[in-house]
């Protein structure tokens, strides 16, 4: 049966993993300075991080259109038998939504399956991945389906920003928190659970030096000693920062059973979100 993965471009994976499982990746919008943009096609993220850098207001982002995706199920069903649709957390953005929307449209004859995949950016990343694996493998429309559908809850997300200005602007925590997240300069540190942006322990650390011991606790609190497919994101423009994904990684091997882990950096919608110099890792054990 031939299958195709679909997602869309926050799940900040690079051009080589699309072209080596040939996944399709409707891009969401931005809209900078009255322009728009298609992310991931028309802007790149080393430019968008100039842009982004010198700019004083956020750029606005918006998800596909229910025809974006009718225009792209349409193309596929032409060539392909089934297709797995797998989005943005649906509490983040409309995407899921639209992706619905369309399916209903044009799927009279039940070919295609939306998934919300209750994470964003490399967490969406790591279950896009594991489909086209699953699909490389052999697996069938149903088998793939299932084991999407059930990890989804079963990644875990941490990550550490700047600060809590691009959230806070962006609406998408309190301005209590941003406010916290300020004084004296802390750093924030976040979970992404089920779509749910949350503070880790107190939500702040002192500085980056604390980023690895950070890590390293979350990994107690919820690695089983089992193999991981895992992955560091960022969008780091400091260059006294750039090995730290790195450092990073060194230190998971010395507590994890890697599997894969793959290196990536935030897109521009993401970063529209969280702000530049931030950092992300995430994980999820094989069953």
Not at 253 to 268: A, S, V, Y
Request: charged share 25%; net charge positive.
């Amino acid at each position: 049966m031939d299958i195709k993965i679909v997602t869309d471009s926050t799940w900040d994976f690079d051009e080589n993993i699309k072209k080596e499982y040939d996944i399709e990746v409707v891009p969401l919008y931005l809209t900078i300075k009255g322009k728009r943009y298609r992310d991931g096609v028309d802007i790149k993220n080393e430019d968008f991080y100039e842009i982004f850098k010198n700019s004083n207001i956020l750029p606005q982002t918006s998800q596909p259109s229910p025809f974006d995706f009718i225009d792209v199920h349409k193309k596929l069903l032409k060539n392909f038998e089934k297709i797995i649709s797998i989005h943005i957390s649906s509490n983040l953005s409309g995407t899921y939504n639209s992706a619905i929307l369309a399916k209903k449209e044009v799927d009279k004859d039940d070919r295609i399956e939306v998934i919300d995949s209750k994470n964003a950016s490399g967490a969406l990343g790591l279950m896009v991945y594991t489909a086209s694996i699953l699909r490389k493998e052999g697996k069938t429309f149903i088998e793939i389906v299932n084991y999407i559908k059930n990890i989804a809850d079963k990644i875990y997300t941490i990550f550490f920003l700047d600060n809590l200005k691009a959230l806070e602007m962006g609406g998408r925590i309190g301005k209590a928190k941003y406010l916290l997240g300020s004084i004296l300069n802390f750093k924030p540190v976040l979970t992404l659970k089920n779509g749910v942006i949350e503070p880790f322990g107190s939500g702040k650390i002192m500085s980056s030096l604390y980023i690895v011991p950070t890590i390293t606790k979350f990994l107690k609190e919820n690695y089983n000693n089992g193999k991981i497919i895992g992955g560091v994101a960022h969008n780091i423009i400091n260059s006294m920062n750039l090995k730290r994904e790195d450092m990073i990684f060194e230190e998971i091997k010395k507590f994890m059973k890697i599997d894969t882990f793959l290196f990536q950096k935030f897109g521009p919608v993401i970063t529209s979100h969280i702000g530049l110099n931030s950092i992300g890792f995430s994980f999820l054990e094989k069953e």
